[in-house]
């Protein structure tokens, strides 16, 4: 028997234990008290669908404004958990607007925000985009590439925390080369995580990156980026004035069909729409004069991607039930505490867990002027009450948004509903797994 086949049955298990159809047990009779003892009597407890639970909880006196928690339970009713990133990966928009899309398959119950994301570009440069600070997959097309944080991976619906990493490369005939990112900025890679230093400079997941001591924004003067058609908007033009001067090369461009053949190539980049079913992709320093060489009008051009579960070890094949958000700290994992640091600011939360019963929780904690929010200590104290087993840490701040049949009904503390990069959310559909 594989040892890759061996690791997709444990990634199972951890998965889908919990929603088996025997040996279920409900949450610990405590869990209920022991998250009242945390955070008070409840405001609220709403059922918006079978087997679909909102729990409010009212801050009081507390650091934090509220707390809402969902709770999804597959054995209740046919749910389905998945994220969306909206009408283009390459644009922010609305949790709300996300989810009221009249195409999301299954539609949303409810849903909350989900990717951390470079907003600095928006704001500096009051450009669209909205890269997700990780890996994101959608109905398994690869559409930013793996940062080293934690990963909110779901297929046929059920959720799996791990770290993925992601390999793409570009090959020519006689010629590989390596694919540095997905519908980004080449040279300006904002998200990539620290692992170690080398003298003052943070050295990166992927092992060569190096960040700048000052901005930390971690830059490749040497790279080719890929668009996909779900990008949605034409692609980037150097950046002016950049915090990383890679961004600012000029570089060149080339298109794609949907057989990899090239169909044109020139000197600059920007402003070009991504062909249905093809590619566009972006070269700058070194990865620009690969392209020079050998991505000619009539070239054919073969690209593959492998995403691996750093956890297991294995490779995941991309297949259309896979879906992938990226988050920053794995709060929890397999009942234990998993965060181990000093607890951080205050802020706004948002989380996507599973409990010791098998059921599904999505947490988020308001916050405002008066009421900062929780650091990761109080977060993870406030997990450990909800018995979460399993629980990653998304975006929160400003974007902690939660929307239940198309409405926002949290407080967001911008006061504001903030375009993010995608969404999680719950719909109507089994959890059922082929055989």
Same mark, same amino acid.
């Not at 009051?126 to 934690?150: F, K, R, Y």
């Not at 590989?176 to 003052?200: A, F, L, Q, Y």
């Not at 600012?248 to 729409?273: I, K, M, N, W, Y």
């Given at each position: 028997?594989?040892?890759?086949?061996?690791? $997709?049955?444990?990634?199972?298990?951890?998965?889908?234990?919990?929603?088996?159809?025997?040996?279920?047990?409900?949450?610990?009779?405590?869990?209920?008290?022991?998250?009242?003892?945390?955070?008070?009597?409840?405001?609220?407890?709403?059922?918006?669908?079978?087997?679909?639970?909102?729990?409010?909880?009212?801050?009081?006196?507390?650091?934090?404004?509220?707390? &809402?928690?969902?709770?999804?339970?597959?054995?209740?009713?046919?749910?389905?958990?998945?994220?969306?990133?909206?009408?283009?990966?390459?644009?922010?928009?609305?949790?709300?607007?996300?989810?009221?899309?009249? *195409? !999301?398959?299954?539609?949303?119950?409810?849903?909350? &925000?989900?990717?951390?994301?470079?907003?600095?570009? +928006?704001?500096?440069?009051?450009?669209?985009?909205?890269?997700?600070?990780?890996?994101?997959?959608?109905?398994?097309?690869?559409?930013?590439?793996?940062?080293?944080?934690?990963? %909110?991976?779901?297929?046929?619906?059920?959720?799996?925390?791990?770290?993925? /990493?992601?390999?793409?490369?570009?090959?020519?005939?006689?010629?590989?080369?390596?694919?540095?990112?997905?519908?980004?900025?080449?040279?300006?890679?904002?998200?990539? +995580?620290?692992?170690?230093? /080398?003298?003052?400079?943070?050295?990166?997941?992927?092992?060569?990156?190096?960040?700048?001591?000052?901005?930390?924004?971690?830059? *490749?003067?040497?790279?080719?980026?890929?668009?996909?058609?779900? @990008?949605?908007?034409?692609?980037?033009?150097?950046?002016?004035?950049?915090?990383?001067?890679?961004?600012?090369?000029?570089?060149?461009?080339?298109?794609?069909?949907?057989?990899?053949?090239?169909?044109?190539?020139?000197?600059?980049? $920007?402003?070009?729409?991504?062909?249905?079913?093809?590619?566009? %992709?972006?070269?700058?320093?070194?990865?620009?004069?690969?392209?020079?060489?050998?991505?000619?009008?009539?070239?054919?051009?073969? !690209?593959?991607?492998?995403?691996?579960?750093?956890? @297991?070890?294995?490779?995941?094949?991309?297949?259309?039930?896979?879906?992938?958000?990226?988050?920053?700290?794995? +709060?929890?994992?397999?009942?234990?505490?998993?965060?181990?640091?000093? $607890?951080?600011?205050?802020?706004?939360?948002?989380?996507?867990?599973?409990?010791?019963?098998?059921?599904?929780?999505?947490?988020?904690?308001?916050?405002?002027?008066?009421?900062?929010? +929780?650091?990761? /200590?109080? %977060?993870?104290?406030?997990?450990?009450?909800?018995?979460?087993? *399993?629980?990653? &840490?998304?975006?929160?701040?400003?974007?902690?948004?939660?929307?239940?049949?198309?409405?926002?009904? &949290? /407080?967001?503390?911008?006061?504001?509903?903030?375009?993010?990069?995608?969404?999680?959310?719950?719909?109507?559909?089994?959890?059922?797994?082929?055989?």
């Amino acid at each position: 028997m594989s040892t890759r086949f061996l690791a $997709g049955l444990r990634r199972l298990a951890v998965a889908g234990a919990a929603v088996a159809t025997v040996g279920v047990l409900p949450p610990p009779p405590a869990s209920a008290a022991q998250a009242e003892d945390l955070l008070g009597r409840p405001s609220a407890v709403t059922v918006l669908a079978p087997g679909l639970t909102r729990t409010t909880y009212p801050g009081g006196g507390n650091s934090w404004l509220a707390v &809402n928690v969902l709770r999804i339970d597959p054995d209740a009713a046919p749910l389905t958990l998945r994220s969306t990133v909206g009408e283009a990966a390459g644009s922010a928009e609305p949790v709300s607007r996300q989810l009221s899309r009249p *195409d !999301l398959e299954p539609p949303a119950l409810a849903g909350v &925000n989900g990717s951390f994301f470079d907003d600095d570009l +928006m704001k500096k440069y009051n450009l669209p985009e909205g890269d997700p600070e990780g890996v994101s997959i959608q109905g398994g097309a690869l559409l930013s590439e793996a940062s080293g944080g934690g990963v %909110l991976l779901l297929q046929h619906g059920r959720p799996y925390i791990t770290t993925l /990493k992601t390999d793409i490369t570009l090959a020519a005939p006689g010629a590989t080369t390596e694919v540095h990112g997905i519908n980004r900025h080449p040279g300006r890679i904002p998200w990539e +995580m620290p692992v170690s230093r /080398k003298g003052d400079r943070a050295v990166g997941f992927q092992g060569d990156l190096e960040a700048d001591p000052g901005s930390q924004v971690f830059t *490749d003067p040497d790279e080719i980026v890929l668009f996909t058609p779900e @990008f949605g908007i034409p692609t980037p033009a150097p950046l002016t004035g950049s915090e990383a001067p890679a961004a600012a090369d000029p570089g060149v461009e080339v298109v794609l069909d949907h057989s990899g053949t090239v169909l044109s190539f020139r000197q600059g980049r $920007g402003g070009t729409d991504v062909p249905a079913g093809g590619k566009v %992709l972006q070269g700058i320093g070194q990865g620009a004069e690969w392209l020079t060489r050998h991505a000619r009008p009539g070239q054919q051009l073969t !690209l593959t991607e492998k995403v691996t579960d750093v956890r @297991f070890g294995d490779e995941i094949p991309l297949s259309r039930s896979l879906f992938a958000v990226s988050g920053r700290l794995i +709060m929890r994992q397999d009942g234990r505490n998993a965060y181990t640091g000093s $607890g951080g600011d205050r802020h706004a939360r948002t989380v996507v867990g599973v409990d010791g019963g098998g059921k599904v929780l999505i947490v988020t904690v308001d916050a405002d002027d008066d009421h900062p929010g +929780m650091d990761y /200590k109080q %977060l993870g104290t406030l997990l450990e009450a909800l018995d979460a087993t *399993d629980a990653l &840490n998304i975006d929160g701040g400003g974007s902690t948004t939660l929307v239940v049949d198309g409405s926002l009904v &949290n /407080k967001p503390s911008d006061g504001v509903e903030r375009p993010v990069a995608d969404s999680v959310y719950v719909g109507p559909g089994g959890y059922g797994v082929p055989a």
